[in-house]
């Protein structure tokens, strides 16, 4: 499910640092080293883009920026 995503961190610099599961992907080789896109935050705000299509894959990997999960709920 990961390879055909787009994949939006809550803290890039926290996935990069503790994120495993994403960490051990490029790894194995299932997906490219920049598959980290832009900060959840970014999206939110609108500088960056989220969705490009109505058959996206989102996936939002938080670390525990709890003041972000209603925002990326909607």
Do not use: C, W
């Not at 996935?15 to 994403?22: I, Y």
């Not at 959840?40 to 705000?45: D, P, R, S, Y």
């Amino acid at each position: 499910m990961a390879a055909p995503s787009r994949f939006f961190p809550d803290q890039r610099e926290g996935v990069l640092a503790q994120s495993a599961e994403f960490l051990a992907a490029p790894e194995q080789n299932l997906i490219p080293e920049d598959h980290l896109l832009y900060e959840i935050g970014e999206v939110m705000a609108k500088p960056a883009l989220g969705r490009t299509s109505n058959v996206d894959v989102t996936i939002y990997k938080s670390l525990g920026s709890v003041v972000q999960y209603p925002a990326a709920a909607r």
